[in-house]
């Protein structure tokens, strides 16, 4: 997935956003507008995210729209003011029409009010993406990006909404060699045609250009055969099976896509009745200055923009002590920096102001419960997030948690159950496959186990492939399975990252950060204390199970107690600090071996199933 980020004030001069501004209010059916422009211009881009949304699930029907992470969307008035939310250096925003930073709870659109629709698309492009991932597990890189510009570049006029219409990627298309089909067709997020900048240009293009062919090309009936391909997709067929079934002999597409590709012109599709959304429905209004400040607040403490945060929600809480909403974001902006004893009464408060906030209901029982293993404990974090799944039924983080909760109880049954309901909200998730996998390990269905697994380990890469060839390992250990030759090809193309360093598990003791410094982590690896820091090469990886998620992770924090690989180069001195090059975070239920506690409880469950 392409992600953009923003840079932090510890690199880049940053500016502290003007508190002079009267910002408005937009909400319509998918998204929330706020504005420091008017609240006509706010509801004007309501309607072109709602237009981008309508225009993609008239073409590719069927597919599930409801995510459980809020769309906003914050319309600067200008390129000042956009600068002051970027706190970017000032040539960036001069040459940006948005930004879209994709969370867990809460996904951020940035865009100016003085740049037109059509050149938003690295927007709509975003969220296309977020609209793919809620339906299908880890599409094939070139799908995802090719819908997601074929879409993201759709042209809204007052003559009407055109599907189809050329990507800036054209010229690169048409000025350079192509990729032959089978190469674009096998490229994974590993790849260096995904990830080089001399070859992901023309990647991005000729994926593009592959999807306009297969949506709109001759013989491809109107788009009826890609939706035939999304959908087998969508029902489990595999890749290569179902591509071939929807568009036939490999060779003729090939050479019809290249006669296609050097087209002079290409068609559009024009949508005429999108246009009967009428923005003036969609709710909205002048903002109060606190929950302004508040929806701000949360907005520059997801971008770890600590100073600029601060001011906002000490702001929004000196005008309104029982904002709900601050307080909540409050909470998230002392976790962040570890600050938890604060963040705890933050959220109690905000739980006490709006019941109804799920995830202030979340991180109030999370911080308080987990971790624990009493009977109590565990009945009262089920409670929690029995109301949390109420409040909102999508939140999938609350299903994985409630499917651990049946672990330590000894109901596989239920466990599994519960991680497959949380498969199905976010199936892009890999870690949550592989959650589902290990409780059919536990409940000793194995070949149940493997097959999730080898699923996992194939289409993610990393440390998200790695953990899965965890639980692939001890599913053939423990069930006496053996390795195929094919199998251990794919397993040592997965690893590749990882070739030739050591590697140990346990579990983490404790981390330690200092300003300029390298981390330093201790790890127990049975009854060794292990003492690591980081190299110059240094990357993180973390299960998707993970409670808190990508949104505030942290490798400074919250991690004592936590399950552990560190992949390292070993130090000369024998005392000494090892080099880390890697550090994975894995799942509670995927230790380094099963633990005794595990299997003894597993054979006196009922086994889960597939």
């Known amino acids: ?129 977020k609209l793919l991932h809620l339906n299908f597990t880890r599409l094939p890189v070139w799908l995802d990006e090719g819908l997601a510009e074929f879409f993201g570049n759709t042209w809204m006029r007052t003559d009407g909404i055109f599907i189809g219409a050329p990507s800036p990627r054209l010229a690169e298309l048409r000025s350079r060699s192509m990729y032959p089909l089978e190469t674009i067709l096998t490229v994974g997020h590993a790849s260096p045609y995904y990830r080089d900048a001399d070859k992901a240009g023309m990647f991005y293009a000729e994926s593009w250009g592959l999807t306009h062919f297969l949506m709109m090309g001759p013989g491809m009936e109107g788009g009826r055969k890609m939706n035939l391909y999304l959908a087998s997709l969508q029902g489990g067929v595999e890749n290569d099976k179902a591509f071939d079934q929807a568009f036939g002999n490999r060779q003729d597409l090939d050479k019809n896509f290249h006669a296609y590709a050097n087209r002079f012109l290409y068609p559009a599709m024009r949508f005429d009745k999108i246009q009967k959304i009428d923005p003036s429905t969609f709710d909205g209004g002048p903002m109060a200055s606190p929950e302004a400040n508040a929806m701000l607040g949360g907005f520059f403490t997801k971008q770890r923009e600590i100073e600029i945060a601060d001011k906002k929600l000490t702001a929004a809480l000196s005008q309104d002590s029982k904002s709900a909403l601050a307080h909540e974001n409050e909470g998230f902006l002392d976790f962040i920096q570890g600050k938890d004893e604060e963040a705890q009464k933050e959220f109690d ?131 006496k399975i053996e390795q195929t030759a094919d199998e251990k090809t794919e397993e040592d193309r997965e690893m590749v990252y990882a070739k030739g360093i050591a590697a140990v598990g346990g579990i983490i003791q404790s981390t330690h950060c200092e300003k300029s410094s390298p981390l330093k982590l201790v790890l127990r690896s049975g009854d060794k204390l292990l003492n690591f820091r980081n190299g110059k090469k240094f990357g993180t990886g973390f299960s998707d199970t993970l409670w808190y998620g990508e949104d505030h992770f942290d490798v400074c924090y919250h991690l004592a107690g936590m399950n552990a690989l560190v992949r390292y180069l070993p130090s000369s001195d024998p005392g000494g600090e090892m080099e880390m090059q890697w550090l994975e975070i894995r799942d509670e239920l995927i230790p380094t071996s099963l633990s005794t506690a595990q299997t003894d409880k597993a054979a006196n469950s009922p086994p889960a199933t597939n």
């Open 349 to 479: 408060t905000a739980v006490t102001l709006n019941p109804d906030s799920y995830l202030a209901v979340y991180y109030q029982a999370m911080m308080k419960y987990h971790g624990r293993k009493d009977a109590d404990s565990l009945a009262q974090l089920d409670a929690a997030m029995a109301k949390v799944m109420q409040l909102n039924p999508r939140f999938a983080p609350a299903f994985v948690v409630r499917s651990q909760i049946y672990v330590q109880q000894g109901k596989l049954q239920d466990a599994y159950n519960t991680s497959v309901q949380a498969q199905r909200l976010e199936p892009d998730r890999g870690g949550y496959l592989t959650n589902s996998a290990a409780i059919l390990l536990l409940g000793r269905n194995y070949p149940g186990a493997l097959k999730i697994v080898t699923v996992v380990a194939a289409r993610w890469y990393g440390s998200d492939s790695a953990e899965a060839l965890a639980v692939a390992a001890q599913a053939r250990q423990l069930g």
């Open 1 to 129: 997935m392409h992600k953009l980020w923003i840079a932090s004030c510890a690199f880049l001069f940053c500016v502290t956003p003007s508190n002079a501004d009267n910002w408005v209010k937009v909400k319509s059916p998918h998204f929330t507008v706020i504005s420091n422009g008017t609240e006509k211009q706010a509801r004007q881009v309501a309607l072109g995210f709602e237009q981008i949304h309508s225009v993609f699930t008239a073409t590719i029907p069927g597919l599930r729209t409801d995510s459980s992470a809020e769309t906003i969307v914050i319309a600067a008035k200008d390129e000042n003011a956009f600068k002051e939310l970027t706190t970017s250096e000032k040539k960036w925003a001069s040459h940006l029409a948005g930004l879209y930073i994709k969370g867990w709870e809460k996904d951020y659109v940035l865009v100016r009010l003085d740049i037109l629709d059509e050149n938003r698309s690295v927007v709509y492009h975003e969220y296309i993406h």
